[in-house]
């Protein structure tokens, strides 16, 4: 029990590591503020985390809306009177080089994946300034360290959420808020066989997706939701209460290489 008597919102917390993440934090004894744009999956969630024996939120947001963001903090205030742990998990993936990323794309990676990390922090971090502690954890990726190719928009926006997270750690860790990121690996989410979560691309089977990992990550495979969402809740907790401005890669080694 961890996070026993903390509050806890989870952005993009319907499925893939956001929902694993809620899955654990419930586990760990956390109430929840759960977000996401699909409602029946949000609910269903709600649903798994309350059998756990806390208390959860569902609330629909797109967190690339102001309007939306403050909805959510505002949910959390409401029903909880705090926020302990902001997890920035809301993200999308988008392909392509300079040449070839449209304005479109551009402006909608940038809406999520960079935008949404600052918006929702900038709106509990006076909570958690009030409050004299709190932990901001952001979903960046191996990407945030290193590059890759034809991915040029979602790496772009991956490295400015790892600046990010070291420059909001140094802001404020003199008022007890530890901010750091997560950096997973490719990593095997439900939504990877869905058309349309890789803009352009056609949904891929389980058994492709391990086929074409084992044959350059180091572990063999891709990673886990759990596995990802273990290490978020290592950084969330008071275990790493002198742990801030860190990026940590969860990523079978990949970056090693």
């Known amino acids: 029990m961890r996070l026993q008597n903390k509050i806890a919102i989870i952005t993009g917390g319907t499925s893939g590591i956001g929902k694993a993440t809620?899955?654990?934090?419930?586990?760990?004894?956390?109430d929840l503020v759960v977000t996401g744009r699909r409602v029946s999956l949000g609910k269903a969630v709600e649903a798994e985390c309350r059998s756990k024996g806390v208390r959860c939120?569902?609330?629909?947001?797109?967190h690339s809306k102001v309007e939306d963001c403050q909805r959510v903090v505002d949910a959390a205030l409401k029903e909880f009177h705090r926020i302990d742990i902001l997890f920035n998990n809301a993200g999308i993936v988008t392909k392509g080089t300079a040449e070839t990323t449209s304005e479109e794309t551009w402006k909608s990676t940038i809406e999520i994946n960079v935008t949404a990390v600052w918006r929702m922090s900038r709106l509990v971090i006076p909570v958690m300034k009030k409050q004299g502690r709190g932990a901001i954890v952001n979903n960046g990726s191996d990407w945030s360290v290193v590059a890759?190719?034809?991915?040029?928009?979602?790496?772009?926006?991956?490295?400015?959420?790892?600046?990010?997270?070291?420059?909001?750690a140094l802001d404020y860790a003199r008022d007890g808020i530890?901010?750091?990121?997560?950096?997973?690996?490719d990593?095997?989410?439900d939504r990877w066989m869905e058309k349309g979560y890789f803009e352009g691309s056609d949904p891929v089977?389980?058994?492709?997706?391990?086929?074409?990992?084992?044959?350059?990550?180091?572990?063999?495979?891709?990673g886990k939701p759990e596995e990802?969402?273990?290490?978020?809740v290592f950084l969330a907790s008071d275990e790493a209460s002198f742990v801030t401005g860190h990026l940590l890669l969860v990523d079978g080694g990949n970056t090693a290489q």
């Open 228 to 232: 990802i969402a273990n290490a978020v």
């Open 148 to 168: 890759g190719k034809d991915a040029f928009p979602y790496i772009m926006s991956k490295g400015a959420v790892g600046m990010m997270t070291k420059a909001m």
């Open 205 to 222: 089977t389980a058994e492709e997706a391990i086929k074409e990992s084992s044959s350059y990550i180091p572990m063999g495979r891709f």
């Open 187 to 189: 990593t095997f989410v």
């Open 178 to 185: 530890r901010v750091n990121a997560v950096c997973p690996g």
């Open 57 to 62: 939120v569902f609330v629909e947001a797109d």
């Open 22 to 30: 809620a899955l654990r934090f419930a586990d760990e004894g956390a």
